[in-house]
């Protein structure tokens, strides 16, 4: 993909730190494409014939990180068919031009390189930021309705054990780069959309 025309934001946070929701904001107000690694994981996963379905369902379930091949390919087939689908369109996605929100990813340092090196830059991390004690009520409420495997005490610990290890030192990785803005997701679903959106209006415009 094409820097110079493509703008990628990866979206970054501890599990239930409010990724998708601010992600699915900015679809409204941007006309962003959103990728959630997590969604096109568990699609896959549920997509009759797919050879990945146990590696992807028993790897979700334990908090880890599918391997990295993966997911790159999910999600680039996702962006070239996003690119092909919006050609043409007049809102930010012509001759090639789109912006995208990847959600949940980079997570693991070798996802970041090859990113980096096969796919394209990003041009910002958001990174939202709350603690573990909001994070955990988050997600065992939203555990009552959500289906999800990992909505549970014990999958949830392991997520943040390997949101630690794994997916910080990616965080402190584009810091030094200095392309990360760091968003307390503390409060309200609007509030932290305010706080987005002021570093998006400075990213697009
Ligand atoms: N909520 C949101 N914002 C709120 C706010 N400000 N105030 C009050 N409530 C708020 O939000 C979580 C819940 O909180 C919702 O109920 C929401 O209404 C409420 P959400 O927006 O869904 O948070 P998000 O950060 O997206 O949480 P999610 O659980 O999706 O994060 P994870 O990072 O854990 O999940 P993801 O889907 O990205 O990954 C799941 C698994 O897939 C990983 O653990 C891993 O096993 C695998 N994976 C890979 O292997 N590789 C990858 O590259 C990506 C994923
Ligand atoms: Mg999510």
């Given at each position: 993909?094409?820097?110079?025309?493509?703008?990628?934001?990866?979206?970054?946070?501890?599990?239930?730190?409010?990724?998708?929701?601010?992600?699915?904001?900015?679809?409204?107000?941007?006309?962003?494409?959103?990728?959630?690694?997590?969604?096109?994981?568990?699609?896959?996963?549920?997509?009759?014939?797919?050879?990945?379905?146990?590696?992807?369902?028993?790897?979700i379930r334990?908090g880890?990180?599918?391997?990295?091949?993966?997911?790159?390919?999910?999600?680039?087939?996702?962006?070239?068919?996003?690119?092909?689908?919006?050609?043409?369109?007049?809102?930010?996605?012509?001759?090639?031009?789109?912006?995208?929100?990847?959600?949940?990813?980079?997570?693991?340092?070798?996802?970041?390189?090859?990113?980096?090196?096969?796919?394209?830059?990003?041009?910002?991390?958001?990174?939202?930021?709350?603690?573990?004690?909001?994070?955990?009520?988050?997600?065992?409420?939203?555990?009552?309705?959500?289906?999800r495997e990992d909505d549970n005490?014990?999958s949830i610990?392991?997520r943040?054990?390997?949101?630690?290890?794994?997916?910080?030192?990616?965080?402190?990785?584009?810091?030094?780069?200095?392309?990360?803005?760091?968003?307390?997701?503390?409060?309200?679903?609007?509030?932290?959309?305010?706080?987005?959106?002021?570093?998006?209006?400075?990213?697009?415009?």
């Open positions: 993909f094409d820097n110079a025309k493509v703008t990628v934001i990866f979206v970054l946070g501890g599990p239930g730190a409010g990724k998708g929701t601010q992600c699915s904001k900015l679809v409204d107000g941007y006309n962003f494409c959103h990728l959630s690694a997590g969604d096109l994981l568990r699609a896959e996963q549920n997509r009759e014939g797919s050879q990945y379905g146990d590696l992807i369902r028993t790897n334990e880890k990180i599918v391997p990295s091949y993966v997911t790159l390919k999910l999600l680039e087939i996702a962006m070239a068919a996003a690119l092909k689908e919006r050609d043409g369109q007049d809102n930010g996605w012509k001759d090639g031009h789109g912006r995208f929100l990847i959600d949940g990813f980079p997570r693991k340092m070798d996802q970041a390189e090859l990113f980096d090196d096969t796919i394209c830059l990003s041009a910002l991390t958001l990174f939202y930021d709350t603690t573990e004690k909001v994070l955990t009520d988050r997600l065992l409420e939203r555990a009552k309705t959500s289906g005490l014990d610990l392991k943040f054990r390997t949101y630690k290890e794994e997916t910080m030192p990616v965080i402190e990785r584009y810091q030094s780069q200095n392309k990360v803005v760091q968003i307390d997701s503390s409060g309200t679903i609007e509030q932290v959309y305010q706080a987005t959106v002021k570093v998006i209006e400075k990213v697009l415009y």
